[in-house]
């Protein structure tokens, strides 16, 4: 999780002096992810019977922010506002469209109410945020799981780990609402005990996960509902193979379990088999990145394992009942959907254990692709591809 022993020495200690918070929260952030910080902060309030944490909500603009679920977010200032104000610590909550809003007056003035604070914290997207405005340097940092390989390619000079969260100093990072959560039960113990961060999440009947546990392992032992180890470390390694599945038997050797018996494990605790399962998840990759970005089709077949378009279009036809180009002739609806940003390609790179590792441009030989750039998503999830390139909701 981070280099030291207590990520939070550097603020002072407990007193009768609230700790000042500033959340800045980005358009179409996730409502559950805001509720992740505030909540906990204000539990710890409820059970030390006064005002331990004070929070301000800040928006670009100083309006309401448009949350993903549709509601409107009333806010205490604009950013440019808190300018000076010089509060404890910064979070910067964001979702779809981060990238989007890293533009020059917002990044100034992040800066500008960045100086001087003890810790900033970088909730789901915010590392976009924070990585634009310079606020990173050689920290190491985490984001959302479906945005390393963007943030990867976009930042390659940075140390950017797929842990649930990070501690570097005074920097914070926190891959979504659920570590999120996990992130500041850790502030709160630091700055009043252990003892309220277990009352904390006693109210939310939660418990603690470590900060240093990988997303994609802790989604692959949800996906896992018999609990078998194995099987959730098979998981985990189709989910970060796609662009190059390889052979269920090797998966089962990888795991420690011949390939009948992976396959017995497969069918009772995921439900299918795990070439079908490993289909489904390269299928719905493709769907979420036709859906939600302006990437080529053959270039989403080449990220999501099939030789060709034609491979990706003939599996789709048959999985979804219509062609891939259907979906994008179909219009976007919802209080939050926007249509997805065009942008530029960045370099093809394959997330691996930490760095990015450029891909040669050749085509890929059947079978293979450069991964999604936003990671695999088990089938009945509503993760989503490439939220650079997008903003719909989650």
Same mark, same amino acid.
């Given at each position: 999780?981070?280099?030291?022993?207590?990520?939070?020495?550097?603020?002072?200690?407990?007193?009768?002096?609230?700790?000042? %918070?500033? %959340?800045?929260? *980005?358009?179409?952030?996730?409502?559950?992810?805001?509720?992740?910080?505030?909540?906990?902060?204000?539990?710890?309030?409820?059970?030390?019977?006064?005002?331990?944490?004070?929070?301000?909500? *800040?928006?670009?603009?100083? +309006?309401?922010?448009?949350?993903?679920c =549709? *509601?409107? &977010?009333?806010?205490?200032?604009?950013?440019?506002?808190?300018? +000076?104000?010089?509060?404890?610590?910064?979070?910067?909550?964001?979702?779809?469209?981060?990238r989007?809003?890293?533009?020059? &007056?917002?990044?100034r003035? $992040?800066?500008?109410?960045?100086?001087?604070?003890? $810790?900033? /914290?970088?909730?789901?997207s915010?590392?976009?945020? $924070?990585?634009?405005?310079?606020?990173?340097?050689?920290?190491?940092?985490?984001?959302?799981?479906?945005?390393?390989? !963007?943030?990867?390619?976009a930042?390659p000079?940075?140390?950017?780990?797929?842990?649930?969260?990070?501690? !570097?100093?005074?920097?914070?990072?926190?891959? =979504?609402?659920?570590?999120?959560?996990?992130?500041?039960? !850790? $502030?709160?113990?630091?700055?009043?005990?252990?003892?309220?961060?277990m009352?904390v999440?006693?109210?939310? %009947?939660?418990?603690?996960?470590?900060?240093?546990?990988?997303? %994609?392992?802790?989604?692959a032992?949800?996906?896992?509902?018999?609990?078998?180890?194995?099987?959730?470390?098979?998981?985990?390694r189709?989910?970060?193979?796609?662009?190059?599945?390889?052979? /269920?038997?090797?998966?089962?050797?990888?795991?420690?379990?011949?390939?009948?018996? &992976?396959?017995?494990?497969?069918?009772?605790?995921?439900?299918?088999?795990?070439?079908?399962?490993? &289909?489904?998840?390269?299928l719905?990759?493709?769907?979420?990145?036709?859906?939600?970005?302006?990437v080529?089709?053959?270039?989403?077949?080449?990220?999501?394992?099939?030789?060709?378009?034609?491979?990706?279009?003939?599996a789709?036809?048959?999985?979804?009942?219509?062609?891939?180009?259907?979906?994008?002739?179909?219009?976007?609806?919802?209080?939050?959907?926007?249509?997805?940003?065009?942008?530029?390609?960045?370099?093809?790179?394959?997330?691996?254990?930490?760095?990015?590792?450029?891909?040669?441009?050749?085509?890929?030989?059947?079978?293979?692709?450069?991964?999604?750039?936003? +990671?695999?998503?088990?089938?009945?999830?509503?993760?989503?591809?490439?939220?650079?390139?997008?903003s719909?909701?989650r």
């Amino acid at each position: 999780m981070t280099k030291d022993a207590d990520p939070f020495a550097f603020f002072p200690t407990a007193g009768d002096q609230p700790l000042e %918070i500033a %959340i800045f929260v *980005l358009p179409h952030a996730s409502l559950l992810t805001l509720g992740s910080v505030i909540d906990p902060l204000r539990v710890a309030n409820r059970h030390l019977c006064r005002e331990a944490f004070r929070w301000r909500i *800040l928006s670009v603009s100083g +309006g309401a922010v448009p949350l993903t679920c =549709g *509601l409107g &977010l009333p806010v205490d200032a604009s950013l440019h506002d808190a300018v +000076g104000t010089r509060p404890d610590a910064l979070f910067v909550v964001a979702g779809y469209g981060a990238r989007e809003m890293a533009v020059g &007056l917002v990044l100034r003035d $992040l800066r500008g109410v960045a100086r001087g604070v003890g $810790l900033c /914290v970088a909730i789901d997207s915010g590392a976009w945020l $924070l990585a634009a405005a310079g606020l990173l340097g050689g920290t190491r940092v985490t984001t959302h799981w479906e945005d390393l390989e !963007d943030f990867a390619a976009a930042y390659p000079q940075l140390d950017l780990v797929p842990d649930r969260y990070v501690m !570097d100093g005074r920097i914070a990072s926190a891959g =979504g609402a659920g570590p999120a959560q996990d992130l500041m039960l !850790d $502030l709160i113990a630091a700055r009043h005990g252990p003892s309220l961060a277990m009352q904390v999440a006693g109210t939310f %009947i939660t418990s603690r996960r470590a900060g240093s546990e990988s997303q %994609i392992a802790a989604i692959a032992a949800g996906v896992a509902t018999g609990g078998d180890p194995r099987v959730a470390a098979a998981i985990a390694r189709m989910e970060g193979s796609l662009d190059a599945p390889e052979s /269920v038997a090797d998966t089962a050797r990888a795991v420690g379990l011949s390939l009948r018996r &992976l396959q017995t494990l497969f069918a009772a605790e995921v439900g299918l088999t795990p070439k079908e399962y490993t &289909l489904e998840l390269r299928l719905q990759a493709a769907r979420r990145m036709i859906a939600d970005s302006r990437v080529p089709l053959a270039e989403i077949a080449v990220r999501t394992g099939f030789s060709a378009q034609s491979a990706l279009s003939r599996a789709y036809r048959t999985r979804f009942g219509s062609p891939p180009s259907a979906l994008r002739r179909r219009p976007r609806s919802g209080s939050a959907r926007r249509p997805a940003a065009r942008q530029t390609p960045l370099p093809r790179r394959r997330w691996n254990g930490g760095r990015a590792a450029s891909h040669a441009p050749s085509a890929a030989p059947a079978g293979t692709s450069i991964p999604p750039r936003r +990671g695999p998503a088990p089938p009945h999830s509503r993760r989503r591809h490439r939220r650079a390139d997008r903003s719909a909701p989650r």
